[in-house]
């Protein structure tokens, strides 16, 4: 993109909520899960290797 890299990026994350449920598991069974297929998911392209097709139907998915 053109941007120096200086090092790596630092990532600012609360999990408290993943956190509270590893320390009371009786509200795992609350937590919402999403079931999608991997067609489903344009995010793929960029963390899968994809067939060209499935990276250009994706690609038009996320609107690139």
């Known amino acids: 993109l053109g941007y120096p890299i200086s090092g790596p990026s630092m990532l600012y994350i609360d999990n408290q909520s993943a956190l509270a449920v590893a320390k009371n598991p009786e509200h795992h069974g609350?937590?919402?899960?999403?079931?999608?297929?991997?067609?489903?998911?344009?995010?793929?392209c960029?963390?899968?290797a994809l067939a060209k097709g499935k990276v250009e139907i994706m690609v038009g998915l996320l609107g690139l």
Do not use: Q
């Not at 609350?30 to 793929?44: G, I, N, S, V, Y």
């Open 46 to 48: 960029m963390t899968k």
């Open 30 to 44: 609350r937590m919402k899960h999403l079931d999608l297929r991997t067609d489903e998911m344009p995010a793929d």
